[in-house]
């Protein structure tokens, strides 16, 4: 029996323009994109967008993202 290896790509693409609820029961749309062999995640949430590389995406909780957007829509 051969075990087939689920590609990176697969499970992304299956996750793009889903949403999501965080721990604190915030709604966000996740999508990607690739540049080279990098990915940069695109978190969106309540209409405004953001990209973070994959490696930070994975070591900051969701909700500090999160937080990062709302703070960043204070400024302007």
Known sequence: MEI???R?????NAKINKTFITPLN???IFNYRKEGN???YIISFEGN???IKESD????KID???DAIIEGLKIK
Do not use: A, G
Not at 8 to 12: F, R, S, V
Not at 57 to 60: A, D, G, Q, S
């Open 4 to 6: 087939m290896k689920t």
């Open 8 to 12: 990176k790509e697969d499970i992304l």
């Open 26 to 28: 915030r709604e966000y």
């Open 38 to 40: 990098k990915y940069i």
């Open 49 to 51: 967008s953001m990209q």
């Open 57 to 60: 995406f994975n070591l900051i």
């Open 64 to 66: 500090s993202l999160i």
